[in-house]
T-cell receptor
């Protein structure tokens, strides 16, 4: 099956700086890549996603890039704020109904 | 709309006891999923149901069974709980008709097996 690796596992940034989280996947059939944010004690919630026919997608301070050749995709958060502190998960979905998740990145934004 | 709901929110079991985790969604979604979340392990798929009447194993199905009762409900059963099943369990649903469907998660069930 698909294998998704996520780095780093923890990340601390100063408020206002940018944060980048990277994921790699193994199955070239994967064609949908969502990112989830999970606040402490809460459920994961989708923040942005990208399809395999798109190289980049932006939504205000959040952007995701995808390199199909290298099989990696990244989450970029600009102008970080304390409320961005959470655990972020990447995922990949090959053909079918299964999603494969990375192990998560705990982001701390220091005021 | 309530979205995805799960019961119970918390549960403590003794080794060998059984229990069923309930999940329901009101978004008319076709696909439903059960995940477990352990520290440092991310979300791991236990079982999923692509559509009403079908269920399939995920990455970590051992020790669990599922039932897709109808389109709305998908339950997870632990027949003989073990301490290794201590985890947070999330149910999720998605439209499922294409590869580009967002998953919506329930609030989770925190299970402790003593």
């Amino acid at each position: 099956g698909e294998n998704v690796e996520q780095h780093p596992s923890t990340l601390s940034v100063q408020e206002g700086d940018s944060a980048v989280i990277k994921c790699t996947y193994s199955d070239s059939a994967s064609n949908y890549f969502p990112w989830y944010k999970q606040e402490l004690g809460k459920r994961p919630q989708l923040i942005i996603d990208i399809r395999s026919n798109v190289g980049e997608k932006k939504d205000q301070r959040i952007a995701v890039t995808l390199n199909k050749t290298a099989k990696h995709f990244s989450l970029h958060i600009t102008e970080t704020q304390p409320e961005d502190s959470a655990v972020y998960f990447c995922a990949a979905r090959p053909t079918g109904n299964q999603f494969y998740f990375g192990t998560g990145t705990s982001l701390t934004v220091i005021p | 709309n309530a979205g995805v709901t799960q019961t119970p929110k918390f549960q403590v079991l003794k080794t060998g006891q059984s229990m069923t985790l309930q999940c329901a969604q009101d978004m008319n979604h076709n696909s439903m999923y059960w995940y477990r979340q352990d520290p440092g392990m991310g979300l791991r798929l236990i079982y999923y149901s692509a559509s009403e009447g079908t269920t399939d194993k995920g990455e970590v199905p051992n020790g669990y069974n599922v039932s897709r009762l109808n389109k709305r409900e998908f339950s997870l059963r632990l027949e003989s709980a073990a301490p290794s099943q201590t985890s947070v369990y999330f149910c999720a649903s998605s439209q499922g008709r294409s590869s580009y469907n967002e998953q919506f998660f329930g609030p989770g069930t925190r299970l402790t097996v003593l």
